[in-house]
């Protein structure tokens, strides 16, 4: 898999001007936060499609904020059997799971092309240190990944296998339309049928039949290019699911 390119020093999108303070679901930075946050910042990271950002095993110095386009978590197997743990989206920061100083617990790989911001690792205690709300910021996001991550695990502990379905399509476009990343409906996700049988847990064959149960409900239509969802709540009436609670939430 193809490792991510070098961290761009020059700033396409600086902090003052960052594309994220413009979505309602975003809170905005005091003037002091901004100035620290701009300081912070160590540049862009441009990635491809299918590009590794992070490896499992490996010691990476950044952090990355998403500022542009998704991505995934997964863990392997020795054998190379992948699960995905969950999925990264704009103001999403990457590379604080598992142990902070250490290797890599897990990898990310790009879904869709992706601009990061980039952080220096070592530099995050002085965000606790002089930024107090800053690093409440942070925890808060620490924390959101852990109730997404008990969700996750109660859908594939729990739920059947067209449920589980249901339940990762709406919660996907649920999460998308917050940060922008798509619009109206019919909502394209640029998922495979790997993607999903690897996240739910499912057989690919069996993952394909369930894609066609959802397409002979109208809920879904498979395309060459991933998965157009049709009806966000039928989904989430199949899935038992209620939806993400629409807060304002914080980005580093």
Known sequence: MAMAETVRSERKYPCERCPLMRRAAFRDFN???????SRFKRGELTVDKGATV??????????YTVLIGWGFRYKLLPDGRRQIVNFVMPGDLIGLQGALMDEMQHSVEALAPMVL????REELMSLYREHPELAYDVTWLASREECMLDENLLSVGRRSAIERFAYLLAFLVTRARTVGLVNGAPTE??????HVADTLGLSLVHTNKTARK???????RW????C???DVDGLMELARWEGIQQD???FI
């Open 54 to 63: 992070l490896a499992e095993g490996t010691r990476n110095p950044h952090l």
């Open 248 to 250: 304002v939430r914080p």
């Open 31 to 37: 003037r002091k936060e901004l100035a620290f946050v």
């Open 117 to 120: 911001c980039v952080f220096e």
């Open 228 to 230: 157009e969802v049709l």
């Open 223 to 226: 395309r060459e290019r991933g």
């Open 214 to 220: 959802l397409a002979e409900r109208k809920l879904i």
């Open 189 to 194: 996700l640029p998922l495979t049928q790997q």
